[in-house]
């Protein structure tokens, strides 16, 4: 499974960005998908996390209120909806998937399938 993540730019802090996720040849209806992100010298972080049915979602504080992620089954696409972008939200931001349930989402050696990223860049 290829997961093929776009959307990220360049934005003016306070401004919105929409991240895609979709993977190839199989539904995205069978993971449970999660964004993390990775700023320059620093450590993989976690964003958020939907489940497959989208009852569950799981936000870090850092972007809670801000992003909201979700999902179209029928378009077979995760999204990530972030708003009141901040320049400390600049990073590399990847889609993850995963075929288990029931694991802490911000545990990212569970996650099978990883996106090859895109670039968000949020400027003061």
């Known amino acids: 499974v290829r997961l093929q993540a776009c959307g990220g730019g360049l934005v003016q802090a306070g401004g919105s960005l929409r991240l895609s996720c979709t993977p190839s040849?199989?539904?995205?209806?069978?993971?449970?998908v999660a964004w993390f992100r990775q700023a320059p010298g620093k450590e993989r972080e976690f964003v958020a996390s939907?489940?497959?049915?989208?009852?569950?979602?799981y936000y870090a504080d850092s972007v809670k209120g801000r992003f909201t992620i979700s999902r179209d089954n029928g378009k077979n696409t995760v999204y990530l909806q972030m708003n009141s972008l901040k320049p400390e939200d600049t990073a590399v931001y990847y889609c993850?998937?995963?075929?288990?349930?029931?694991?802490?989402?911000?545990?990212?050696?569970?996650?099978?399938?990883w996106g090859q990223g895109t670039q968000v860049t949020v400027s003061s």
């Open positions: 993850a998937a995963s075929g288990e349930a029931g694991f802490r989402p911000q545990d990212f050696i569970r996650y099978d399938y």
């Open positions: 040849g199989r539904a995205v209806s069978s993971y449970f």
């Open positions: 939907i489940s497959r049915s989208a009852i569950d979602t």
